[in-house]
């Protein structure tokens, strides 16, 4: 076969990170999905998909295309102005994991060249699980929970990452994990994450995010870094508080019991909402002067985007990027190794507003400058 006809197979979760906006950290099962819809969620994964596609038809115009009916790969390829080949499958409505698994298997026996799918870390352990490793794979980041290493950064780096790897300009594999949480205990405010396998993942290192690393137990510095934050504190300002163990040390501090990976707001040194989703939280903050305190997440550097959906766009835009704060130990900025944080967010004017760099509380009268990269 000649190199311009390679094949590369798309399949899209369309139910993938619904969940996330709304507060619910995660998209895993009917009632999740049920009440998601009920809390006025909008899908996220068919327009990320979209996006990446455009990117991939922008940059092997040649390549043969075969993905899935409907939401699962065809709507969203016409889109994006591709000519796919659709396979006869059987989709369920709404769709499940093993219509996802019988997709990445019917791509298997069509014998693509590189499977592009969008989804999280639950349909990452699907297509690990459909096809075994046996394909080169990339994960357009489309979840709520990204713990796997086989995503690109954004989906504009996905589908410029497989234009890359189908024109031959890209060519190193590396074997990444698969990762998948119980989500019923991360709501519960408890990750326990498990390594699945490895995909064959088209490896260029600006364009793959790392796996997620666990935070280190660095309570001398969080007390620090919180006698800083609350010491800084003003009147009537709304503080919110991003997900994960180095926020919590603010309401340790102060008494207050953090929900773990969710998105809380202090006023006053008091929780005046706890766990909010996007709306409730653009209610709460319109007119009024807000800080936003987050954390990169560990051994990625992602700011916005990865388990942190609520913090939308709209949010960063009302709160405003200049009263944005990020808070690390050193040990968590030596362990990106040089590599900038970076944001995935669906508005490119926003997320070029957060790029070049932002200031670091890393302790007690102590910050740093890092770069940033949209």
């Known amino acids: 076969m000649d190199e311009q006809e390679k094949k590369i197979g798309v399949i899209v979760n369309p139910l993938a990170g619904i969940g996330g906006r709304v507060g619910l950290k995660g998209s895993d099962g009917p009632e999740i999905q049920r009440l998601a819809w009920?809390?006025?969620?909008?899908?996220?994964?068919?327009?990320?998909?979209?996006?990446?596609?455009?990117?991939?038809?922008?940059?092997?115009?040649?390549?043969?295309?075969?993905?899935?009916?409907?939401?699962?790969?065809?709507?969203?390829?016409?889109?994006?102005?591709?000519?796919?080949?659709?396979?006869?499958?059987?989709?369920?409505?709404?769709?499940?994991?093993?219509?996802?698994?019988a997709a990445a298997r019917a791509m298997v026996e069509q014998g693509v060249d590189l499977?592009?799918?969008?989804?999280?870390?639950?349909?990452?352990?699907?297509?690990?699980?459909?096809?075994?490793?046996?394909?080169?794979?990339?994960?357009?980041?489309?979840?709520?929970?990204?713990?796997?290493?086989?995503?690109?950064?954004?989906?504009?780096?996905?589908?410029?990452?497989?234009?890359?790897f189908?024109?031959?300009?890209?060519?190193?594999?590396?074997?990444?994990?698969?990762?998948?949480?119980?989500e019923e205990a991360y709501r519960s405010g408890h990750v326990s994450a498990k390594l699945y396998g490895y995909l064959p993942v088209p490896f260029a290192e600006e364009m793959v995010q790392k796996l997620k690393a666990g935070s280190s137990n660095e309570r001398s510095a969080l007390n620090a870094i919180a006698t800083e934050i609350v010491e800084h504190m003003e009147p009537d300002c709304l503080y919110i508080l991003g997900a994960g163990t180095t926020t919590r040390c603010v309401t340790d501090y102060l008494g207050l019991e953090k929900t773990l990976l969710g998105v809380d707001v202090i006023q006053n040194r008091k929780i005046v909402a706890r766990d909010v989703g996007e709306e409730e939280l653009l209610r709460l903050i319109e007119g009024k002067r807000s800080e936003l305190i987050i954390t990169p997440?560990?051994?990625?550097?992602?700011?916005?985007?990865?388990?942190?959906?609520?913090?939308?766009?709209?949010?960063?835009?009302?709160?405003?990027?200049?009263?944005?704060?990020?808070?690390a130990t050193l040990q968590k900025i030596v362990d990106l190794n040089g590599?900038?944080?970076?944001?995935?967010?669906?508005?490119?004017?926003?997320?070029q507003r957060l790029s070049g760099h932002i200031r670091v509380i890393t302790g007690y009268r102590q910050q740093l400058v890092y770069p940033v990269k949209a």
């Open 38 to 101: 009920e809390r006025g969620a909008k899908q996220e994964s068919p327009r990320r998909a979209l996006t990446a596609l455009e990117a991939l038809a922008a940059g092997a115009r040649k390549a043969r295309v075969i993905t899935c009916p409907g939401q699962m790969g065809q709507s969203e390829c016409l889109s994006a102005g591709l000519s796919p080949e659709v396979l006869p499958l059987s989709v369920s409505e709404p769709t499940t994991p093993q219509d996802t698994e």
């Open 115 to 164: 499977l592009l799918f969008a989804g999280g870390d639950g349909t990452a352990r699907n297509i690990y699980q459909a096809t075994g490793g046996k394909i080169p794979a990339i994960g357009i980041p489309a979840g709520v929970k990204i713990h796997s290493a086989v995503f690109a950064k954004n989906p504009q780096s996905a589908g410029r990452l497989a234009a890359q």
């Open 166 to 182: 189908i024109e031959g300009r890209i060519t190193a594999l590396r074997e990444l994990e698969v990762m998948d949480i119980d």
């Open 297 to 327: 997440i560990g051994g990625q550097g992602c700011l916005f985007g990865r388990g942190n959906q609520q913090l939308s766009s709209r949010v960063i835009q009302m709160v405003g990027p200049e009263h944005i704060t990020v808070i």
């Open 339 to 351: 590599s900038p944080f970076f944001v995935d967010l669906d508005d490119g004017a926003t997320s």
